[in-house]
């Protein structure tokens, strides 16, 4: 049973530049949420997807958007990259009608702006 | 303003003995904390839970305590193993079910032989 898979591991980009990473969900997982994790901080909550539509964000600019694909994989996409977007993104899923309440994560994508 | 806060950044124990970690939060309408460890170059991973309306939850070596009155949890590792060594973050869950998860900036667990 393959867990949360994300691509790449790791990213350089430069500032100004747009990038694009990947999130499989847990098999028979359908809700995907993502994560920024600067350096010495905890995960921060940046959207939740289901049913390919953004049902939650958190308190994070336009910049940032996502997609929800018919087969529950998604996309984070960051515009007009800034130095302070480095950090490592983390992927975590769920089964929207578990009763379980803990998502399971991926290894994230480690993202370097120069 | 920090609505989940683990004021340790780190913690040495020795092993065999117990391993306290503990978070503080600010909002009251949390209905779920949850701990999750995590090793370097890896995902956080579930660890353990409890629920608000609890005050106490045991799993195997880990048990977590609930202290509602002072918006307090902590984390007990008994006995401590050197493979605990990890960082340990608090999570807090907001709006229900479908819930996001709020995070701790974490506290760096060592437990040396």
């Known amino acids: 049973d393959a867990g949360v898979t994300q691509s790449p591991t790791h990213l350089i980009k430069t500032r100004g530049q747009q990038v694009t990473l990947r999130c499989s969900p847990k098999?028979?997982?359908?809700?995907v949420s993502w994560y920024q994790q600067a350096l010495g901080q905890g995960p921060q909550f940046i959207f939740q997807y289901y049913e390919e539509e953004e049902r939650q964000r958190g308190n994070f600019p336009d910049r940032f958007s996502g997609h929800q694909f018919p087969n529950y994989s998604s996309e984070l996409n960051v515009n007009a990259l800034l130095l302070g977007d480095s950090a490592l993104y983390l992927c975590?899923?769920?089964?929207?009608?578990?009763?379980?309440?803990?998502?399971?994560f991926g290894p994230g994508t480690r993202l370097t702006v120069l | 303003d920090q609505q989940v806060k683990q004021n340790s950044p780190s913690l040495s124990v020795q092993e065999g003995r117990i391993s306290i970690l503990n978070c503080d939060y600010t909002?009251?309408?949390?209905?779920?904390f949850l701990w999750y460890k995590k090793y370097p170059a890896e995902g956080p991973t579930f660890l353990i839970s409890i629920s608000s309306i609890k005050d106490k939850n045991e799993d195997g070596r880990f048990t977590v305590f609930l202290n509602k009155s002072a918006k307090h949890l902590s984390l007990h590792i008994v006995p401590s193993q050197p493979g605990d060594s990890a960082v340990y973050f608090c999570a807090a869950r907001a709006g229900g079910s479908q819930g996001n998860l709020i995070f701790g900036k974490g506290t760096k667990l060592s437990v040396k032989p």
């Open positions: 909002n009251s309408m949390f209905d779920y």
């Open positions: 098999s028979g997982h359908d809700t």
């Open positions: 975590a899923s769920r089964w929207r009608a578990s009763t379980a309440h803990e998502q399971f």
